[in-house]
């Protein structure tokens, strides 16, 4: 067992899966003799090889349609794109190919292959690379959505998607990478895919969020506590598919519920959400379900980079407002 950052946990976890498959081929953009922009694959070159940790040309669509047809071939790719404002040039191989290989070939063929990005603001990047666009990716059918919000939760989510049959987009939060430590056992054991993880147990709200939000969620249930207010928090980690049981089962006992993501309020995931609650838990309800999320505009420059993200306050202050309701 070793305290470790998330940036640290994927990297064991790559380690991990190419050790124990000899089919596991990293490839992207700087991630050999660099180890990425975030280090996330360091040493691994060294380790197993430039024919297994692949430097590839500044092209996304390239290192997505390798991906496609090695997983095709037999292979295990784990392709990594710099930042998820690079995404958009693999859409169509993710849309077009991978996300329909074992539906087009009627089952001979899957594409077990793992697409990495890091994944939202917080770190004074630029624009391009700020993006929060999971509800774009969860829209295709064929398509796993994961996103970490802790390094025990990527280590085992990131081997879990490397061993998946079928395409997995793994969105890594970029501001998570170094700012906590977590205890990680690199023993090889994967988490469960499509399975929800409740971090906090409550009777008053329903707390659901994923990825970096997750930090100023947890914040603001701290603070509710104080008030008297117990909400449960349930971090999704699998947006696509998401485990509905559970989202159900805590509005069923709590009647209440806000989600928080970092994404742009319309077309977001929440609002996935909060149909799904409409249509199956309309009854449980004691007030309205609420979001709380990222404005309808590009992500700012650094200066104002803090006033885009749900920060504690406005959570704190939703949860105030649906807790009114009896």
């Given at each position: 067992m070793a305290e470790v950052t998330l940036v640290e946990a994927i990297n064991l976890a790559l380690a991990r899966a190419m050790e124990d498959d000899a089919g596991v081929v990293v490839l992207g953009e700087d991630v050999g003799v660099n180890g990425g922009v975030f280090r996330a694959t360091a040493g691994l070159q060294k380790r197993f090889g430039s024919e297994?940790?692949?430097d590839t040309p500044l092209a996304e669509l390239l290192i997505s349609g390798l991906c496609v047809g090695m997983a095709a071939q037999g292979l295990r790719p784990v392709g990594e794109i710099q930042f998820m404002g690079f995404l958009y040039p693999c859409l169509d191989q993710l849309v077009n190919h991978a996300s329909r290989m074992r539906n087009r070939t009627q089952?001979?063929?899957s594409c077990p292959m793992v697409l990495r990005t890091p994944h939202?603001?917080?770190i004074r990047a630029p624009e391009h690379h700020s993006e929060s666009t999971e509800a774009m990716l969860a829209h295709i059918p064929g398509l796993r959505v994961v996103m970490p919000s802790s390094p025990e939760r990527a280590y085992g989510l990131l081997l879990a998607a490397i061993?998946?049959?079928?395409?997995?987009?793994?969105l890594e939060p970029t501001r998570l990478y170094r700012s906590a430590k977590g205890e990680v056992e690199d023993n090889g054991e994967a988490l469960p895919l499509d399975r929800a993880f409740v971090l906090r147990d409550g009777r008053d709200l329903t707390l659901i969020s994923w990825g970096a939000a997750l930090k100023e969620t947890m914040a603001a249930a701290d603070t509710l506590s104080t008030e008297g207010i117990s909400a449960d928090v349930i971090d999704l980690a699998t947006?696509?598919?998401y485990d509905e049981e559970?989202?159900?089962g805590?509005?069923?006992k709590t009647g209440r519920c806000i989600i928080v993501h970092e994404a742009a309020r319309t077309g977001g995931f929440g609002a996935e959400i909060a149909a799904t609650i409409a249509e199956h838990s309309l009854s449980s309800l004691l007030a309205p379900v609420t979001r709380v999320t990222g404005y309808d505009t590009i992500v700012p420059m650094a200066r104002l980079e803090q006033y885009y993200m749900p920060s504690v306050e406005r959570i704190v202050t939703a949860a105030r407002k649906?807790?009114?309701f009896s």
């Open positions: 297994r940790v692949l089952g001979r063929l939202g603001a917080g061993r998946d049959p079928d395409p997995v987009v793994f947006l696509r598919p559970a989202v159900l805590s509005v069923a649906v807790c009114q």
